[in-house]
């Protein structure tokens, strides 16, 4: 089967490389673009570690063919903190509440976390839970990805911070 | 996990797609959200050597009043039901099912049209559709036809839909304002298949049961539409003796298989239990 051109928009940057088309999104960013911020957990859908941002829809690049993304506007980690390297809201609420241990979930959770707060400013404990169901970190037992992503949604909301009683 | 190789087509309507299809026989497959595809390719299980992608094809997108009916396009993701206002007046049970479905990424790419169309027994959408009395519009090289989506399930993963057809559009004639809803869904977690499901959609007439629709999930070979289960329940005021009656009903239809989710006994008694939990609260939610 031919290789056919690749060629999207990714954190505001136009990038191509020659694919095959069975490659999948996650392998055409880490394999050919060599963007490793993405990560393949489980390889089946499920746990949310290769997330990234397609025409403003959190998908799991695992599935997804790069070709079917030809085109599109795609955000992924290494997109997210400012040019001056200023870390994005997420990514400050991340480390400020202890949102990662290992970190291999990060860059998804805050891809799919980025997504969640633009569809949703204020979210609850209990939006933020659902709205983060389809990445799961084996660490922290999420309590402060919560608190992270409240961090985040009060920086960004120009609000100040308080953790809720527990 | 690699698929195998295959050719890739973005047609950029229906005509061209279906032309597509027909040229390559039953070596080719359409993809729409491809959240149930893309992983059989990962496993080998499917291995088209061509791939229609109807991304491109606008007119399967979107849901429509037509008349007294509702017309969603194959295309259509689990996040757009999710987010319709029509849908949300007319057929919101199928809110409530879709929020059960996989879990936010999935329901972004997910459609209702690759739910429904390849027959796999743990989808929610096809219990629901019997349920609803939907129809499929299916389009092939000898033009459109309509099966009700009660007659469209063989097997798993066997339709009546042929190989040269795609699924462009569900149409659902919905039930009256006021009537009764409700999917409820035993699942280990988020994302999981359901152990069992059911769907029920019901009218009242003076406080007693008027009509009743059940659809069942993932407890046969098949989505089941579990027609003497919801007789049993009509004409009652749901008591506890119709709802013992209705559960006896979607037990003896119901024929799981054992596994990780329980034996085929515990999975048989959880269709009967999710069918009177459906059924309860469908009867509190109806008015009339």
Partial sequence: MSKINVTLQLNGKSVSAEVEPRTL????LRENLNVTGPHIGCDTSHCGACTVDIDGKSVKSCTIFAVQAAGAEVLTIEGMAGA?????????????MHGLQCGYCTPGMIIRAYRLLKENPTPSDAEIRMGISGNLCRCTGYQNIVKAIQYAAAKINGAEYKEAAE | ????????HRPTSLSEAVALLSSFDADA????????????????????????????????????AEGGEIVIGAMTTQHELIASETLAARLPILREAALLIADPQVRYV???????????????MPALMMCLGAVYVLRGKAGERKVAARDYYQGAYATAANPDEILTAIRIAPPPAGHGYAY?????????????????ILTLANGTVATCAI?????????LFADAAAGAVVGSKMDKAALARASAAAEAIAS??????????????????MTARALSRAFARANG
Avoid: C
Avoid at chain 1, 25 to 28: D, E, G, S, V
Avoid at chain 2, 215 to 223: H, P, Q, W
Avoid at chain 2, 256 to 273: F, I, L, Q, T
């Fill in chain 1, 25 to 28: 999104l996650i392998h055409y």
């Fill in chain 1, 84 to 96: 001056d390297g200023k870390l994005h809201a997420l990514q400050e609420g991340f480390r400020e």
């Fill in chain 2, 1 to 8: 996990m690699i698929p195998g190789s295959f050719d890739y």
């Fill in chain 2, 29 to 64: 497959r359409v993809i729409a959200g491809g959240h149930s595809l893309i992983p059989m390719m990962k496993l080998r299980l499917a291995t088209p050597s061509h791939l229609i992608d109807l991304a491109a094809v606008g007119e399967l997108r979107g849901v429509s």
């Fill in chain 2, 110 to 124: 997910g459609t209702l049209g690759g739910n429904v169309a390849n027959g796999d027994p743990g989808n929610d």
């Fill in chain 2, 184 to 200: 409820e869904k035993l699942k280990r977690k988020v994302g999981d298949y359901a152990t069992a499901a059911a769907g029920v």
């Fill in chain 2, 215 to 223: 659809g069942l999930t993932n407890v046969a070979e098949t989505a």
């Fill in chain 2, 256 to 273: 799981p298989a054992a596994d990780g989710r329980g034996s085929a006994e515990y999975r048989r008694k959880m269709a009967g239990v």
